[in-house]
């Protein structure tokens, strides 16, 4: 312990202190050799005298004081270089301290942005998972009102409807008067107005698929024409929009070889539609 105690207590000396110990010791030794020697002598009061003491004096400590004023310098110099270099090392230590820094922060924003990215898909994946449960149930519930209308009612109407040549006043009336129809088309313009509002865009056109693949194609075409005529008596500028955009009627066919009537009724409505409709 006291030994310990000991190199605590050491301090480290300084390289000036030194050249100036060792100058002051010669200038001393200097002064004691003049007065050693001539000790003996009174204090002369000759202006020559006094000369020639300044002369030794000056000949012998001022060389010394010389010499030990250029040694201080250059140990000045070569304190101040190991201090330029100890500040070049800490600038260099405090450059790799900020470079770890900023690549830490770099990966905790890298790292923040991965799981906001994670939770952004996990959030989308649980919104899918919802509204596929809720579109099930709509699939489920169109597909009830399409075997209520399929076969026989839809045969039914299609013959009042294509019969003739009669007006669209007269097609619509006897689309209004038919309830399961109606509440058939308005269930399908929920549908697809639910998959546009709570759909991503590159989601939507897969879903609106869907719905049309269980749509008949007798029920495709009744359901261009009520559209196009109910065009003028009702707001149907969003449903003919939401069909246009979704190419609802993509695979409608429009021929019947045997139906001469069917067949222009189908093809004069279907020039009422954007083309991006079919």
Request: net charge negative; proline share 2%; charged share 25%.
């Amino acid at each position: 312990g006291f030994f310990m105690s000991d190199k605590k207590q050491k301090k480290k000396i300084d390289p000036l202190d030194v050249v100036f110990g060792v100058a002051c010791l010669l200038v001393m030794v200097v002064l004691l050799a003049y007065w050693l020697n001539f000790k003996g002598h009174p204090i002369s009061a000759e202006v020559d005298n006094w000369g020639v003491f300044g002369d030794y004096v000056g000949g012998l400590i001022n060389p010394i004081l010389g010499f030990f004023s250029f040694m201080a310098l250059l140990i000045t110099l070569d304190l101040q270089r190991k201090q330029l270099n100890k500040s070049e090392e800490q600038l260099e230590l405090n450059r790799e301290e900020l470079r770890l820094t900023r690549e830490e922060l770099k990966k905790a924003a890298d790292a923040q942005i991965d799981s906001a990215k994670v939770m952004d898909e996990q959030l989308k994946t649980q919104d899918l998972q919802r509204f596929d449960s809720f579109f099930s149930t709509l699939l489920s519930e169109l597909s009830r009102k399409i075997e209520n209308l399929y076969p026989n009612k839809i045969g039914e109407l299609e013959g009042k409807i294509f019969e003739s040549y009669s007006s669209n006043e007269s097609k619509r009336k006897l689309i209004m008067q038919d309830r399961e129809f109606s509440i058939f088309s308005i269930l399908v313009y929920q549908i697809l107005k639910t998959i546009d509002e709570d759909l991503p865009e590159e989601n939507k056109k897969r879903y609106s698929n869907i719905v049309r693949s269980i749509v008949p194609n007798s029920l495709l075409q009744l359901l261009m024409i009520k559209c196009h005529i109910d065009t003028n008596h009702h707001n149907f500028d969003a449903y003919i929009d939401l069909l246009e955009r979704f190419s609802f009627f993509e695979h409608i066919s429009l021929y019947e070889d045997n139906y001469l009537c069917k067949c222009s009724v189908l093809l004069i409505t279907s020039t009422f539609y954007e083309r991006s409709a079919f």
